[in-house]
């Protein structure tokens, strides 16, 4: 036969509940305490102060803050850019809302954002580390593209108006030329025996001038010496100097078939003949020029002609 055990009037059971609610009760502190210690319940005492974005351009970091005190608010933004130390500046905003700026180094390093207010008791964000692309510094641009084999239609190159004698060349080309490339022009001056190429004769060289184009020398003059007669004037490529000496080429000369200078650009040929110098006179004291003593007559000393005396008689055959 059951019986119930002396001194009670409840099942056994019903008396273990308050211990029960004591080991729940203790189970909750310590979570509650878990809780504390990992931040969970600072977080949430302090989500009244938020950070709604943050972000990075090439020049400046941005973090928005809301849920803050009416009023004006202050904030620290600490910000570090690859391997540059970190800096920290202090920025405010009025109101419960707000946006703050700072700049940042342009390059193309991780940012690394951090920030820490002191209002309601303080609060702090981050750190968080932003990415960027395309920030650093301008690759420099591509070198010019320029002309390493120039064409004659490159230059100009003429004569000057007006003269035989100067003349005037022009790299124009709508590209630079490279580093190294040059073009010579030259021209040259001849006294000749008549006015045309084909009456030109003998020629004799008077005069020479020559200019270099390149990507820093773009253009320049040219000018020769005049001959007092007839002439022809050569502009020309290159710098052959076509003046009859050993290696420099041969002086034209239309019979001979000698066709130079070679890579001819223009010529000239004109003037007027040479007047014949007077006769020297060989004697002063006769009037008109005397290019020779006249017969029968003695030149003396003093340039003066005159007729010797006869030879004397022989009285004594």
């Known amino acids: 036969m059951h019986r119930t055990p002396r001194g009670t009037g409840r099942p056994q059971g019903l008396r273990l509940l308050p211990n029960k609610l004591r080991l729940m009760s203790g189970i909750t502190a310590f979570a509650f305490a878990v809780l504390a210690g990992a931040g969970v319940v600072n977080a949430i005492s302090a989500s009244a102060h938020t950070v709604t974005e943050s972000s990075v351009t090439c020049t400046a970091a941005q973090i928005s803050f809301n849920s803050f005190p009416a009023g004006q608010n202050v904030v620290s933004i600490t ?60 690759p420099p641009p591509p070198p010019p593209v320029c002309v390493s084999n120039p064409s004659n239609a490159d230059f100009t190159v003429g004569y000057k108006p007006g003269t035989a004698f100067e003349a005037h060349a022009a790299y124009v080309g709508s590209k630079p030329l490279c580093e190294g490339v040059t073009r010579t022009v030259s021209l040259n001056s001849y006294q000749t025996e008549g006015p045309t190429w084909e009456t030109s004769g003998t020629q004799k060289f008077i005069s020479h001038d020559q200019v270099t184009l390149s990507a820093s020398n773009t253009q320049g003059d040219l000018k020769v010496l005049q001959p007092s007669c007839f002439y022809q004037t050569d502009l020309y490529w290159g710098s052959m100097r076509f003046d009859g000496t050993p290696g420099n080429g041969p002086v034209p000369n239309f019979s001979k078939g000698i066709n130079t200078p070679t890579n001819l650009i223009a010529a000239r040929n004109g003037g007027t003949g040479c007047t014949p110098p007077p006769p020297v006179d060989v004697c002063k004291n006769i009037p008109g020029n005397q290019s020779e003593v006249p017969a029968g007559m003695v030149r003396d000393d003093a340039g003066n002609c005159t007729t010797p005396p006869p030879p004397p008689v022989d009285v004594c055959k």
């Open 79 to 138: 910000t570090k850019v690859g391997q540059e130390a970190a800096k920290t500046v202090n920025r405010s905003f009025t109101g419960t809302s707000g946006t703050a700026s700072v700049p940042i180094t342009k390059s193309n390093d991780d940012v690394t954002i951090s920030a820490s207010w002191k209002a309601d008791g303080g609060g702090s964000y981050g750190p968080v580390v932003k990415h960027r692309d395309g920030c650093g510094s301008p």
